[in-house]
């Protein structure tokens, strides 16, 4: 479960942003929504104490994240997050598997073949394996950036305009693909977007409003 109460968060010299309280049950999927500039990154970021020093209190698995640790921190996220991020992130001198291996490699943790075997069979770019994220689609970029996210089996996915890059088809099965992932692991998916067309498909929101 997902708690956020009283949240605002101030980047160095800026005014204050205020977010709405709203509490997302483990394996429920929400949007954030709000037009450019209301928040939605900072908020993810919040959620996945990638920001820290915020007012107010996000609690997470049960655990208020301003009271962990750095290192604490650190381990959490690496168990329980998983991020899509605004552009993709991916390491363009690496190839898709190779992407994928960067984190447990950096983690010290093990690398199982066979989740990636199963990931990228599973968001149907299992031929695309050793081939050059530069040399692959956009939306199939962007399944790659999901099969990094989801490798771990987190609890919490949190998606940064995930298919705003995407054309109608690409747009729809990175959704639905998302939305697969998040429930067959039972994880909260949250996905902070401006695209109208995501909206059909996920029909709990969060309205950030922009903040002059
Ligand atoms: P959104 O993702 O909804 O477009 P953001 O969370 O990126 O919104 O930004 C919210 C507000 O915070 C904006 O006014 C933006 O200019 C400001 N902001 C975002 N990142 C930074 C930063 N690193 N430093 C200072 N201000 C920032
Ligand atoms: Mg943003």
Redesign the pocket.
């Known amino acids: 479960m997902i708690e956020v109460k009283g949240l605002t968060y101030t980047?160095?010299g800026?005014k204050a942003?205020s977010f709405p309280d709203f509490i997302i049950n483990q394996g429920e999927h929400c949007l954030l929504l709000?037009s450019?500039?209301?928040?939605?990154?900072?908020?993810l970021h919040l959620l996945g104490g990638l920001l820290r020093n915020y007012q107010g209190s996000v609690i997470t698995a049960e655990q208020e994240l301003s009271r962990l640790s750095e290192s604490a921190l650190d381990a959490f996220r690496g168990k329980q997050m998983g991020f899509i991020f605004q552009k993709n992130h991916l390491i363009t001198a690496l190839n898709v598997e190779d992407n994928l291996k960067l984190a447990p490699y950096l983690a010290g943790a093990n690398i199982d073949e066979k989740r990636i075997e199963e990931v990228l069979t599973r968001l149907g770019i299992a031929s695309k394996r050793t081939a050059k994220v530069t040399e692959i689609s956009q939306g199939q970029a962007q399944r790659v950036a999901i099969a990094r996210a989801v490798m771990h089996k987190p609890a919490i996915i949190l998606a940064d305009e995930p298919t705003s890059a995407l054309d109608d088809t690409s747009c729809e099965q990175v959704i639905q693909l998302l939305m697969e992932v998040a429930k067959e692991n039972k994880a909260s998916l949250i996905v902070?977007t401006h695209d109208q067309r995501i909206k059909n498909y996920i029909s709990k929101q969060v309205i950030?409003t922009p903040q002059y």
């Open positions: 980047y160095n800026q942003i709000g450019s500039g209301s928040g939605k990154t900072t908020l902070a950030l």
